[in-house]
């Protein structure tokens, strides 16, 4: 059975039972990573995040930009979406740290 590490109305983190590799879901984007990928990926979101947190924004407009490694492309997210995607790593990762110091 997977292990949900966090939740919220926008998406969700787990792990797989059989690879250990972390799932994370979030609107209609999907991330499959391990450990290593995942933390990566946590701290460019924590940057963006950091980034855009004084910015003048609403939070329901798509006006923040994340670029990708594919040339011309990039995530559009809300200040809103922003915020729930970071609560899942963030939340995440202090799951992942706890385990490991208890491990």
């Given at each position: 059975?997977?292990?949900?590490?966090?939740?919220n109305p926008f998406g969700y983190c787990l792990?797989?039972?059989?690879?250990?590799?972390?799932?994370?879901?979030?609107?209609?984007?999907?991330?499959?990573?391990?450990?290593?990928?995942?933390?990566?990926?946590?701290?460019?979101?924590?940057?963006?995040?950091?980034?855009?947190?004084?910015?003048?924004?609403?939070?329901?407009?798509?006006?923040?930009?994340?670029?990708?490694?594919?040339?011309?492309?990039?995530?559009?997210?809300?200040?809103?979406?922003?915020?729930?995607?970071?609560?899942?790593?963030?939340?995440?990762?202090?799951?992942?740290?706890?385990?490991a110091l208890l491990g």
């Amino acid at each position: 059975m997977a292990q949900f590490f966090h939740h919220n109305p926008f998406g969700y983190c787990l792990r797989c039972p059989r690879t250990q590799h972390l799932h994370l879901c979030f609107g209609n984007l999907a991330l499959v990573a391990t450990t290593a990928e995942f933390q990566e990926f946590r701290r460019f979101i924590e940057e963006e995040h950091e980034r855009n947190y004084s910015a003048y924004r609403d939070p329901e407009a798509r006006c923040i930009a994340l670029r990708t490694p594919t040339e011309r492309m990039a995530l559009v997210l809300s200040w809103q979406e922003l915020e729930q995607l970071h609560e899942i790593l963030e939340t995440t990762a202090l799951l992942l740290e706890v385990e490991a110091l208890l491990g």
